[in-house]
């Protein structure tokens, strides 16, 4: 099946030729080249994957990835200027997929849109993972569904990952490369901030439904685990 991919950048040359490297490797690509514009787009066109520029006009990234995540799950990767830490772990925090930094190689974003959509494909494939159910917390891949003391805890296809490596093994610590290569693969060029925005963002998400919420446990200089809870 032809993945369809949202690219949105106000640069010109980068929508040129990124959507022509995309569609050479057989996706079907809407671009957009401002945060409102895509906006529209997307709820009459929904894609598989958004590549977002973060430092637009009208609508910024960071605001369309908001609006976004209000009614999906859309894995997205954030595109940011060079060694703008602040963007990218900001990024993560709001629950981005992931980034790269501008400038890249095509081979880079290529190795990076290709992990994300096996990431997303692994978590929406039927009859692969079975359905975790520990005390309040209910986890279904096939429907890539979760739920904590029946409300419906929406999250995107990393922290998905990430949590059912931490709720598979509950009380076993996971260290950041563990996690990095449950939910990224053995492609991967990112750090461990990476995965502490992600379970950041995973324990707000949590706390929003369920302020009491402490199933993950943090373990200072060796990684994080899931703790049981009734």
Not at 207 to 225: A, M, N, S, W
Request: hydrophobic share 35%; proline share 3%.
């Amino acid at each position: 099946m032809t993945r369809r991919i949202a690219l949105v950048d106000d640069d010109q040359n980068i929508i040129t030729s990124v959507s022509l490297l995309l569609e050479a490797e057989g996706f079907e690509v809407d671009t957009y080249t401002d945060g409102e514009q895509a906006l529209i787009g997307l709820r009459r066109r929904p894609a598989d994957l958004g590549i977002l520029d973060i430092k637009m006009p009208r609508l910024d990234g960071m605001e369309l990835l908001t609006k976004i995540r209000a009614g999906s799950s859309m894995p997205v990767i954030f595109l940011t200027s060079k060694d703008d830490e602040l963007d990218e772990a900001l990024g993560l925090r709001m629950g981005a997929d992931d980034y790269i930094t501008k400038p890249f190689s095509q081979r880079l974003l290529l190795e990076r849109v290709r992990a994300v959509l096996r990431r997303a494909e692994k978590s929406d494939s039927p009859g692969g993972e079975s359905a975790i159910s520990i005390g309040s917390l209910i986890m279904d891949p096939d429907r890539h569904s979760c739920t904590w003391k029946g409300s419906n805890v929406r999250l995107t296809v990393t922290e998905f990952l990430l949590l059912m490596a931490l709720a598979r093994r509950p009380g076993v610590v996971k260290n950041r490369d563990q996690l990095l290569d449950a939910a990224y693969g053995e492609t991967t060029y990112l750090d461990d901030r990476t995965i502490d925005s992600h379970i950041k963002r995973l324990r707000r998400k949590f706390r929003e439904v369920d302020p009491e919420f402490d199933g993950i446990e943090t373990l200072y200089g060796v990684g994080y685990k899931y703790t049981e809870k009734a």
